[in-house]
């Protein structure tokens, strides 16, 4: 492309921003509100919001009170060690961060996903780069069918887009509808998602002998992540991680 094409894609691209934040004022991912500046955020938002940074529990990424090594273990995963190798997330989800969140998920908001796969980048840069295939947490097809989109999806999409990794939306399915794990115990919820998801027959070569990292947008109990790392397992993938928006830190975590 010569440098005036160049020049005049670069011209179309802002008068399209222009005329698409004049139609439709940018609106904060915290607060809802339209118009509040340039960006998705104020800084006083940004500033609420608690993003998980070093020392972390190696194995579940949960953040811990002080540094015992790159390597040292949280007791839960000591207690449980969770199916996968690492896991990381971006940040704690708590009352600030349930908006952007829920309005990913729920109401299908995509102007954020950027700054979102961006955030879980930077969380989980050094899983990033290992992977060979990033497959997001699925949904059931009937479930799928309702809403129109999957949101781990889109998240894992973004991730390949910004890293040049491959992306394989479809190589996990859920292959029986499940209750909503809301509510539930972490035992219920281990009960609930068991064997509910296998690799796609005609995915299957693909997953084999891969260092595969598994998308989803939040971790709560891990049960779910769990269940669908025992069938990428079972599939053979070499190795698995996990790359997650947000994360559930409870004062007193047993389980992971």
Same mark, same amino acid.
Request: proline content about 6%.
């Given at each position: 492309?010569?440098?005036?094409?160049?020049?005049?894609?670069?011209? %179309?691209?802002?008068?399209?921003?222009?005329?698409?934040?004049?139609? =439709?004022?940018? +609106?904060?991912?915290?607060?809802?509100?339209?118009?509040?500046?340039?960006?998705?955020?104020? @800084?006083?938002?940004?500033?609420?919001? +608690?993003?998980?940074?070093?020392?972390?529990?190696?194995?579940?990424?949960?953040?811990?009170?002080?540094?015992?090594?790159?390597?040292?273990?949280?007791?839960?995963?000591? %207690?449980?060690?969770?199916?996968?190798?690492?896991?990381?997330?971006?940040?704690?989800?708590?009352?600030?961060?349930?908006?952007?969140?829920?309005?990913?998920?729920?109401?299908?908001?995509?102007?954020?996903?950027?700054?979102?796969?961006?955030?879980?980048? /930077? %969380?989980?840069?050094?899983?990033?780069?290992?992977?060979?295939?990033?497959? @997001?947490?699925?949904?059931?097809?009937?479930?799928?069918?309702?809403?129109?989109?999957?949101?781990?999806? =889109?998240?894992?999409?973004?991730?390949? /887009?910004?890293?040049?990794?491959?992306?394989?939306?479809?190589?996990?399915?859920?292959?029986?509808?499940?209750?909503? /794990?809301?509510?539930?115990?972490?035992?219920?919820?281990?009960?609930?998602?068991?064997?509910?998801?296998?690799?796609? @027959?005609?995915?299957?070569?693909?997953?084999?002998?891969?260092?595969?990292?598994?998308?989803?947008?939040?971790?709560?109990?891990?049960?779910?992540?769990? %269940?669908?790392?025992?069938?990428?397992?079972?599939?053979?993938?070499? /190795?698995?991680?996990?790359?997650?928006?947000?994360?559930?830190?409870?004062?007193?975590?047993?389980?992971?």
């Amino acid at each position: 492309m010569s440098g005036d094409m160049k020049a005049g894609a670069l011209a %179309a691209k802002s008068l399209f921003r222009q005329t698409r934040d004049f139609l =439709w004022p940018p +609106r904060s991912l915290i607060s809802g509100d339209r118009g509040e500046g340039a960006g998705p955020l104020r @800084p006083d938002e940004f500033t609420k919001i +608690r993003f998980i940074t070093d020392p972390v529990c190696h194995r579940c990424g949960a953040p811990q009170a002080y540094d015992a090594g790159p390597e040292a273990e949280c007791p839960a995963c000591i %207690a449980r060690p969770p199916r996968w190798g690492r896991a990381r997330a971006a940040f704690v989800y708590d009352d600030i961060s349930r908006r952007p969140v829920l309005d990913l998920k729920r109401a299908g908001r995509r102007d954020g996903l950027d700054i979102l796969a961006g955030w879980m980048l /930077q %969380a989980g840069a050094p899983l990033v780069e290992e992977a060979d295939l990033i497959v @997001p947490v699925p949904l059931h097809y009937t479930r799928l069918v309702m809403r129109g989109f999957n949101q781990s999806a =889109w998240l894992a999409q973004a991730i390949g /887009q910004a890293s040049r990794r491959r992306v394989c939306v479809d190589g996990l399915r859920r292959t029986r509808r499940t209750p909503s /794990q809301a509510g539930l115990s972490t035992r219920a919820r281990r009960r609930n998602v068991t064997g509910a998801f296998d690799v796609r @027959p005609s995915r299957r070569k693909l997953v084999e002998g891969k260092r595969v990292l598994l998308v989803d947008d939040v971790l709560t109990t891990g049960a779910t992540l769990n %269940a669908c790392v025992r069938a990428l397992k079972r599939a053979g993938a070499r /190795q698995i991680d996990v790359l997650v928006l947000a994360r559930v830190v409870r004062a007193t975590d047993v389980t992971i």
